[in-house]
């Protein structure tokens, strides 16, 4: 009786300190998951705000990935050459020059000549 009284002392001992350990890693591990879900529900809401008729999820989120791409990559190509951007037009816009090199798409836009 007194063997049996030590070991169960001894498992129930062991088993408080493992869980001890193991709280800590479940609880961290559900605070990550809520600002990962958190996160991936926003760029989710995000992506459904500009989705076209028609369109699948995964379409206009790679849409949107890549139009963020070529901003930013835009963005620090003018910041490199020291450039200010501007499609502003006057009138009829016959003085307009664009600076879109890519479509909706992604695809390289051809060059007016």
Same mark, same amino acid.
């Given at each position: 009786?007194?063997? $049996? ?11 408080? $300190? ?10 961290? @591990?559900? $605070?990550? @998951? ?12 995000f992506a459904a705000s500009g989705q076209c008729e ?7 989120? @790679?849409?949107?990935? &890549? ?7 835009? @963005?620090?190509?003018?910041?490199? &050459? ?32």
């Amino acid at each position: 009786l007194i063997l $049996v009284s030590v070991i169960s002392f001894v498992i129930g001992l062991v088993f408080l $300190v493992v869980l001890r350990f193991m709280l800590s890693c479940c609880v961290w @591990a559900a $605070v990550l @998951a809520t600002v990962l879900l958190f996160l991936f529900g926003g760029w989710l809401t995000f992506a459904a705000s500009g989705q076209c008729e028609g369109a699948g999820l995964l379409e206009t989120g @790679a849409d949107h990935a &890549r139009s963020i791409f070529l901003a930013g990559k835009k @963005a620090a190509e003018d910041a490199v &050459r020291d450039e200010t951007v501007s499609e502003a037009c006057t009138g009829d816009c016959a003085d307009y020059r664009g600076v879109q090199q890519h479509s909706k798409s992604g695809m390289t836009c051809l060059y007016w000549s």
